[in-house]
């Protein structure tokens, strides 16, 4: 049995321990995601289905779900990482999709958010990397984020980790909304208005394909911005969790060539005031076998969630892992 069989094995039998106390009555647990154009919110839908086991479902090993027993788990479309993040911290939310960078800056009360650390914030798990997209009209090109200057441009909606750092990566072209028209738009909104004419470019990060972008790509076209190496390396220097990655050419129609482009780490966030035993269960489940199947049935982006990535760039990220998570990951032998 190789390392993977075993810990779905392994999982298995923790998700139905851990699930006990929580049998008799119904546990929600609410899950921040993005807006529906995007990749947080199928994601989320999917953790959300595979760690839910409601009162009275048929049992795992009677071919039932195989989430926390009791647990009714609901994923909710929002502005994406900066509102999960602040609405887990807050209570409002049990669980929130957030990337790597705001969570950092959030947890310390770094940058943006200086003065307010987010001190409840810890995680479950890195699921997968969220790829930068500049998105221009087809047949439109830049050499640079400094030819944005003047341009409409949309740097996504207030509230999400994308537009954060993007100000901060146009900062470094000397761009500031004072010399670009700056729309705070979502995916789906930012995708029409490119199509109507009526923005030069937008920025979301996502993992790809993103829906929104399948279905501009598809009917009025689009093209995606390739960074250079020098301005690669320049965007890690400013925001250390965005690293060079790539967009396979062929993920969306017409676009033909690799993309190079950052991408940071998406994560789940909980919060500290959920006891050690429930995110235990909820850790075990989201790495059984019975979720395994729905992350490879379900978005491109749910192949790339594995145990062996879940601890990828935690230890240096800052931002602690819940004690019920690293329990598991202890348990399981993936944490020292």
């Known amino acids: 049995m190789n390392k993977s069989s075993k810990l779905l094995a392994f999982a298995v039998a923790a998700t139905l321990s851990a699930g006990t106390a929580f049998a008799q009555d119904p546990t929600f647990f609410r899950i921040g995601t993005g807006s529906a154009g995007g990749t947080y919110f199928p994601i989320g839908g999917t953790i959300a289905n595979g760690i839910s086991a409601p009162p009275g479902s048929r049992p795992c090993d009677e071919g039932g779900q195989c989430g926390v027993p009791g647990l009714i788990a609901i994923a909710q479309s929002t502005t994406a990482s900066v509102f999960n993040n602040t609405a887990v911290q807050n209570g409002e939310l049990e669980a929130g999709m957030a990337a790597a960078d705001v969570t950092r800056s959030m947890y310390l009360g770094e940058g943006k958010f200086d003065g307010k650390p987010h001190e409840k914030l810890r995680i479950v798990a890195n699921l997968y990397p969220e790829d930068l997209h500049l998105v221009l009209p087809e047949g439109a090109s830049i050499a640079s984020l400094s030819d944005l200057e003047g341009k409409r441009v949309g740097i ?18 000397g761009l500031n909304r004072d010399n ?37 790509a598809t009917t009025k076209g689009m093209e995606l911005h390739t960074f250079t190496e020098e301005d690669l390396a320049k965007i890690n220097e400013v925001i250390p969790a965005y690293i060079p990655s790539m967009i396979p050419a062929g993920v969306y ?52 969630i594995t145990p062996d990535t879940a601890l990828d760039g935690i230890a240096a990220l800052g931002v602690p892992l819940h004690a019920g998570a690293e329990k598991f990951y202890k348990e399981a032998g993936l944490l020292e």
């Open 156 to 173: 996504a909606q207030a509230g999400s980790g994308t537009q954060v750092a993007v100000e901060m990566m146009l900062a470094e072209w």
């Open 180 to 216: 670009y028209d700056e729309a705070e738009l979502n995916n789906s909104q930012s995708a029409e208005r490119l199509a109507d004419g009526q923005l030069d470019a937008y920025f979301y990060a996502a993992g790809w394909p993103v829906s929104a972008m399948v279905q501009l």
């Open 253 to 304: 129609e017409g676009i033909d060539y690799d993309v190079k482009t950052p991408a940071v780490s998406a994560l789940l966030v909980v919060s500290s005031d959920l006891s050690e035993e429930l995110v235990y269960g909820i850790t075990a489940a989201l790495w059984n076998d019975n979720t395994r199947k729905l992350l490879d049935n379900g978005h491109a982006k749910g192949k790339q």
